[in-house]
């Protein structure tokens, strides 16, 4: 991250307290994307004497032509304001987009026949990235636009093109830059401290309302965030999550036990799902920091304890039932209930070649499983965040037979969002929302409304809510909910969100604090 918080002083907008709500209004500074701009002055390429500004008419004889020397043609073909392309094989050719601040940058492209390719890259990188266009047809061309790089810094970057020797259509450069300005929220008065310790790792909470009223807190404890310690706890509160008790252990295996939720359903019997890994196996440093846990597993064998998994109480989370194994997919908050008051799990997968976002259900607890729906899929994850992959899903279904699917994607940041209007069977294809932040958690409320929270994993680094009026499809950023914004750095997070049966809403997040290790904190209030 380039740009720092700024003033992290306060201002307090309005006069009086925030009230039994809990939550009030308050300004500061911030990091906000601005409005995009887009750019394509690609006649002003240096070296200027290989960049070429040429009519269709001569473009059409070029074509024909054998002994056109090498250069980068400029031209207004009619369904773009400016085309770049290719002759030969000119030398690299630079272009000065004059930006200063940071940026999401989008290259506006077309798909022709034969396949455009071309490497690009900013004058500070040391590596070309290579764009490849989709096939297209002889009879059949399109445009599309790429998502290149996210909140790069652009002061005094300038465009560099290298040909392959492939035809080169780009049309045009979208820059979104992010500028400091005034930031309005609502900001929780009081926040409760659940679970701190100066030498424990407490990260990925859930929480469930008892029928007595009770809150139970499930999260991961570790050593550090990766660690073969990681187990499964849970605190108690009676008093709305002012004070909690003593930390007790629902599950521990010998490798790594995270990522946990809680439901209590209607019956009371209360399922905590998570999942486990052999987190620290590819790191050689932790394999000699952890030598025992390490043997251990060499022994029993890397993967035996691994999987998604369910625990199940019928005595309020007295005692846990042996674990269930859950589908191998992968999502941090577990099921939901859903239609005929079944479990949903929603997870990504490897499938196909690919990963696949998919829905599996359980009518018994966990002891079957059935396949309900595939909800999309994409290319195998990258760690260069260069497409979208779709990451850590949650899942929501309204009353009228609407459902809502959220998505991780690191290539934006941004929320992108499915939906489907026959009970989660079919799905949209993901689109995104200008809201940015990750992973997301989804709450209806009483009157209708959806609560999404999200960790804010940028400048200012905390965690974020806001609330949709029409089922999802919009979210109200000018009251946006910023329960922290002073989160020491990106290991925060994973709220979760219900409401309580007095009308207050609860969310509770991991936060690492300045100067203090990873906590669980909550907060109770009335959006």
């Known amino acids: 991250m380039t740009t720092v918080f700024s003033q992290l002083a306060i201002a307090m907008i309005a006069a009086a307290g925030a009230g039994p709500t809990n939550l009030e209004p308050t300004r500061f500074q ?11 002055d690609f006649a002003g390429g240096q070296p200027a004497q290989f960049v070429r500004k040429i009519g269709e008419e001569e473009h059409e004889a070029r074509s024909r032509e054998k002994t056109v020397g090498p250069c980068w043609t400029v031209r207004d073909p009619g369904w773009a304001p400016a085309l770049l392309g290719v002759r030969g094989n000119p030398p690299d050719v630079e272009f000065d987009p004059a930006m200063k601040d940071p940026c999401d940058i989008y290259l506006g492209l077309r798909a022709v026949n034969p396949v ?110 990766v660690c073969p310690r990681g187990r499964i706890v849970a605190t108690r509160s009676r008093d709305g999550g002012k004070t909690w008790s003593p930390r007790e252990v629902v599950y521990e295996s010998p490798s790594d036990d ?99 976002v998919t829905i599996q259900r359980t009518a018994d607890l ?10 999309c899929y994409c290319r195998p994850f990258d760690r260069a965040h260069t497409t979208e992959y779709w990451d850590e899903p949650n899942l929501l279904f309204l009353p009228d037979g609407r459902a809502i699917a959220t998505f991780r994607v690191e290539m934006d ?3 992108w969002q499915s939906y489907s209007a026959d009970e989660g069977k079919s799905w949209t294809w993901p689109k995104s929302l200008p809201v940015w932040g990750f992973p997301q958690q989804l709450c209806r409320l009483a009157d209708g ?13 905390g965690v974020r809510a806001s609330l949709s009026r029409d089922g999802g499809r919009t979210y109200d950023l000018t009251r946006e909910i910023v329960f922290r914004h002073d989160g020491r750095d990106h290991d925060l997070g994973y709220p979760y969100t219900i409401q309580l049966r007095n009308g207050r809403v609860f969310t509770v997040y991991y936060f690492h604090a300045a100067g203090a290790n990873c906590s669980i904190e909550g907060v109770s209030y009335q959006p």
């Open 258 to 356: 995270r990522d946990p939720a809680i439901l209590c359903l209607a019956d009371g019997t209360l399922v905590v799902s998570f999942n486990t890994w052999d987190s620290w196996r590819d790191s050689p440093t932790l394999r000699r920091k952890y030598a025992a846990e390490t043997a251990r597993m060499e022994k029993d064998g890397w993967g035996k304890y691994s999987g998604s998994w369910l625990v199940i109480s019928n005595d309020g989370g007295r005692t846990w039932s042996e674990r269930r194994r859950a589908p191998a997919i992968f999502s941090p908050h577990g099921p939901v209930v859903g239609p005929q008051g079944a479990l949903y799990w929603i997870g990504e997968g490897a499938e196909r070649n690919c990963s696949v």
């Open 449 to 461: 409304r959806v609560l999404m929270a999200y960790g804010y994993r940028r400048e200012p680094l």
């Open 116 to 225: 455009m390719t071309f490497d690009i890259k900013l004058s500070g990188d040391q590596e070309f990235t290579t764009i490849t266009a989709p096939a297209a047809t002889a009879q059949r061309h399109f445009n599309f636009e790429f998502h290149w790089r996210a909140h790069v810094p652009m002061a005094g970057q300038k465009l560099v093109v290298h040909t392959r020797g492939k035809p080169v259509y780009l049309q045009y450069v979208k820059f979104v830059p992010y500028r400091q300005s005034t930031v309005t929220c609502l900001m929780p008065r009081e926040r409760s401290t659940i679970l701190d310790l100066p030498d424990r790792h407490f990260a990925f909470p859930g929480v469930a309302e008892l029928p007595d009223g009770q809150l139970v807190v499930v999260c991961r404890e570790g050593d550090a965030h």
């Open 30 to 40: 911030a990091e906000q994307r601005g409005q995009p701009i887009v750019w394509h």
């Open 413 to 415: 940041g941004l929320v």
């Open 366 to 375: 966990g002891k079957t499983w059935q396949r309900y729906a595939e909800v």
